[in-house]
């Protein structure tokens, strides 16, 4: 294998993993660009390592170019359940971790010299994430709600706000009543999809000083 074949093998999975890696870059994800190209340039490489031993050392006994590749598949596992994240009673990371075990896939397909299908595949999996990312905002615009929450100490706006964001909820007002004797009554008017409505209750009902809460 020549070391221009090399170099175009290495530089379009690099490419092809860092267009995946920008869409996570760009939304904040725990495993960004230079995450999803180191992924898929080691597994380019490990492509070409095992078809280098199935050509040199085919002769000498079983070689098969695919142990390796195969390897590469299951131990991105782990890599991928890195980026996946409890949060109080929801998980998330989920598409992160399987973009990353796609664009294993890419930097295998790369390696093996297999640049239509690597191309091909990169395009399909940016067409998902995006696609998912414009369902999301679809059902956020759809599903406006009112937050109300009882407290019976000094819990501050932020904290709320903190957790309803980290769900990918958006504040648009709030409303405060003081209440005699201490605490308050706040009223959030929030955009938030409803497959996290249970999830943004659990986490409010654990702040310390929070007494109710509940949607409207």
């Known amino acids: 294998m020549s070391i221009a074949v090399i170099m175009v093998r290495i530089f379009l999975s690099a490419l ?3 267009l995946v890696g920008l869409e996570r870059e760009v939304h904040g994800c725990t495993a960004g660009l230079r995450t999803h190209i180191l992924v898929s340039i080691g597994s380019a490489l490990f492509m070409m390592t095992s ?4 050509i040199s050392y085919g002769h ?3 070689a098969d170019p ?3 590749a195969a390897g590469v598949v299951t131990g991105i596992g782990f890599l991928g359940a890195g980026a996946i994240i409890r949060y109080g009673s929801s998980i998330r990371g989920l598409t992160t971790a399987a973009s990353i075990w796609a664009v294993a896939a890419v930097g295998l397909a790369a390696g093996a010299g297999m640049y239509e299908a690597a191309g091909i595949t990169t395009f ?3 067409l998902i994430l995006i696609l998912s990312r414009l369902e999301e905002r679809m059902e956020l615009k759809n599903h406006g709600k ?3 929450i009882k407290t ?3 819990v501050g706006e932020g904290d709320i706000k903190g957790i309803i964001e980290a769900y990918g909820g958006v504040v648009k007002s709030v409303d405060t009543k003081d209440k005699i004797g201490g605490g308050a009554t706040m009223e959030f008017s929030l955009i938030l999809s409803r497959i996290y409505h249970k999830e943004i209750l659990y986490e409010l009902s654990s702040i310390p000083g929070v007494e109710e809460a509940g949607w409207k």
Do not use: A, P, Q, W
Request: charged letters at 20%.
């Open 16 to 18: 092809f993993g860092g």
């Open 51 to 54: 078809v280098f031993v199935g």
């Open 60 to 62: 000498v006994g079983e």
């Open 66 to 68: 695919s142990r390796i």
């Open 124 to 126: 399909v999996v940016l």
């Open 146 to 148: 009112k937050l109300v």
């Open 152 to 154: 019976g100490g000094d």
